[in-house]
Nanobody, 130 residues
């Protein structure tokens, strides 16, 4: 059974940093990617970063390029999102998702033209204050 569980959100001030964690199970990253989506209030989820599944570099949306870093620990089955220099537009609920289809879930959104699926959890909340 595919599962992804996010953690690490919290409240930070503008310019601060947070590291989000995603524990995954039920598949490997040999063939699939894990990505991070964030959802601001009243908006659709936005795909912001993804691991690579072909040895290439990770993907970053322009809004986080240079500030966020996605990394993975295959042995621990963990994916991380290091977020630096946070601003108000980074606030929202963050979900980790995979391009491995989860048949019991609707796609959270598209990234790199591919649908990504979360496990249906509540994500992890990030608050950024001035």
């Amino acid at each position: 059974q595919v599962q992804l569980v996010e953690s690490g959100g919290g409240a930070v001030q503008v310019g601060g940093s947070l590291r989000l964690s995603c524990a995954y199970s039920g598949f490997t990253l040999d063939y699939y990617r894990i990505g991070w989506f964030r959802q601001a209030p009243g908006k659709n989820p936005e795909g912001i970063a993804s691991t690579s599944n072909d040895g290439g570099p990770p993907y970053y949306a322009g809004s986080v390029q240079g500030r966020f870093t996605i990394s993975k620990d295959n042995a621990k089955k963990m994916v991380y999102l290091q977020m630096n220099d946070l601003n108000g537009e980074d606030a929202g609920v963050y979900y980790c998702a995979t391009d491995r289809t989860i048949t019991t879930q609707r796609a959270l959104g598209l990234m790199l033209g591919v649908p990504f699926f979360a496990s249906g959890g509540q994500g992890t909340q990030v608050f950024v204050s001035a």
